[in-house]
């Protein structure tokens, strides 16, 4: 089974832009999260999509947002960038289920830098 | 915060030794994980260990819960160069927000 990607892999933005990045998780798995991890912040959970609706929702502002298709992939979109945005977003996709229940498989991930 | 906490922060071993890192949370949990971090790369799942389990191995991991403390360990034994990672626990409340909380992670350095 392919594990879960990430594209693109390294993203270089100016301040004020904005950014879509995808992700496909593996064959089967209907839950899609996505995280934020920073040297200062750690991993931070941004928002879980089950079923192409949103689940769960983290603590981040609505500059970030995402969406999910029928086939399961999924994007992430951040608007007005900023600097304190570069970080590296890692995709996680499971099961199903309620998020965490089961393990998550996670994408290499997409490092984001802002300047 | 219900971000859980790693110690130590950095643990440095020979290869062959053991490496024990342990982790600490605040509040009632569905269950705990352990992931793997390549520097800069995604995490790897090791291990979910539910609250009502208090032990678990797999291969040379072993993780122990104790809730009524609010911790749990992993243990790697006989560790090999390739174990060299960040380690990061990840907890599942019980009630409240759904979704996962990362601890701040331990930093494995195995010495060949």
């Known amino acids: 089974k392919a594990g879960v990607t990430q594209t693109p892999r390294y993203l270089i933005k100016t301040r004020g832009q904005q950014v879509t990045l995808s992700c496909s998780p593996i064959s089967g798995h209907r839950s899609v999260s996505w995280y934020q991890q920073t040297p200062g912040q750690g991993l931070q959970f941004l928002f879980e999509y089950f079923s192409e609706t949103q689940r769960n929702k983290g603590n981040f502002p609505g500059r970030f947002s995402g969406r999910q298709f029928s086939n399961s992939r999924s994007e992430m979109n951040v608007s007005t960038l900023e600097l304190g945005d570069s970080a590296l977003y890692l995709c996680a996709s499971s099961l199903g289920g309620e998020l965490g229940t089961y393990e998550q498989y996670f994408g290499p991930g997409t490092r984001l830098t802002v300047t | 915060s219900q971000q859980g906490e790693e110690d130590p922060q950095a643990l440095s071993i020979q290869e062959g030794e053991n490496a024990t890192m342990n982790c600490s949370y605040k509040?009632?949990?569905?269950?705990l994980q352990w992931y793997r971090q390549n520097s800069g790369r995604g995490l790897v799942h090791l291990i979910l260990i539910r609250s009502n389990e208090r032990e678990k191995h797999s291969g040379r991991l072993r993780v122990t819960l104790d809730t009524s403390k609010k911790s749990s360990s992993l243990l790697i034994t006989a560790s090999r160069a390739a174990d060299t990672a960040s380690y990061f626990c990840?907890?599942?409340?019980?009630?409240?927000?759904?979704?996962?909380?990362f601890g701040t992670g331990t930093r494995l350095t195995v010495i060949p």
């Open positions: 990840a907890t599942k409340p019980r009630t409240g927000a759904n979704n996962l909380f």
């Open positions: 509040t009632s949990i569905n269950n």
